[in-house]
């Protein structure tokens, strides 16, 4: 007879305590569905969109992604920032996106090509400046001063956009510049001029503007040459479709427009 009280005595508990337990994981649940269903329709649901752009972007798309989730509470703007053809190598290979922001019609080429982008709508344009340290030690003044061999010079590596952009204002100036170091998107470049690492950069203007006074920027007349043209579209296998679109339409807006000026960029 103790002995069958005793399993009962040990039993009873255990079943309550799996009781409890089903009854804080229904209660989970439940917080979890009221939550998704008070959670934006637009989309399909979903609650994050992801956007690939260029590292220029960073400081303007940043701004417009916290508006864009001001606008849509309870999603997620996650940005993926670097050299365009690294992004767009990453899209075709398979990389999970739903928007792609370049810092060339080149670059978006390689998406669209591989069929894996919507038609591109031109938004920006991006000019050169060459940037210097606050003190300019090296004294430049003019893009030729770039080629002087003490002068230690970074830039872009040629199949990123900036540096594609910088080889066609030197050839423009009739000039070759030996650089010290190539950089695989345009913030990496302009740090080894923050870092005084080099005495000069071809950065794009907007870098010069969010570099918030750590460097100088000295305009030349051949960038305007080498203007680069930003495209965006939204992709094709996105998995936030809805919300795709409609980052997109905020960066056309005038709202948009207003950012990127104030950024530095220029209206196509």
Not at 69 to 79: I, L, M, N, R
Not at 203 to 208: A, E, F, I, R
Not at 235 to 251: N, R, W
Request: net charge neutral; proline share 5%; with cysteine.
């Amino acid at each position: 007879m103790f002995r069958r009280l005793s399993r009962w005595a040990i039993a009873l508990p255990v079943a309550f305590a799996l009781a409890g337990l089903a009854g804080c994981g229904s209660g989970g649940s439940a917080t979890s569905t009221t939550a998704a269903s008070s959670a934006p329709a637009a989309g399909g649901g979903a609650k994050e969109v992801t956007v690939f752009a260029a590292a220029s972007l960073t400081g303007a798309f940043t701004e417009l992604g916290k508006a864009f989730e001001a606008a849509h509470p309870g999603t997620t703007v996650k940005f993926n920032f670097g050299s365009s053809a690294t992004l767009a190598q990453q899209i075709t290979q398979g990389a999970p996106a739903d928007v792609f922001a370049a810092a060339s019609p080149a670059t978006m080429k390689t998406v669209t090509d591989a069929s894996s982008a919507s038609a591109p709508t031109t938004f920006v344009r991006n000019k050169l400046e060459i940037a210097v340290p606050k003190d300019n030690p090296a004294k430049v003044d003019e893009l030729k001063d770039l080629t002087d061999s003490k002068v230690k010079v970074a830039l872009c590596a040629e199949q990123v956009p900036c540096g594609a952009a910088a080889i066609k204002a030197l050839d423009a100036a009739g000039l070759k510049v030996k650089p010290v170091t190539l950089e695989q998107d345009v913030k990496a470049t302009l740090t080894k001029v923050e870092l005084g690492e080099v005495d000069a950069a071809l950065v794009y203007k907007t870098d010069v503007i969010a570099s918030a006074g750590k460097v100088q920027g000295i305009a030349f007349p051949e960038a305007d040459k080498a203007i680069n043209d930003y495209p965006i579209a939204t992709l094709a296998k996105a998995p936030a479709g809805d919300l795709a679109k409609q980052f997109v339409d905020l960066v056309l807006s005038q709202q948009g427009k207003d950012v990127l000026t104030k950024a530095g960029f220029e209206a196509p």
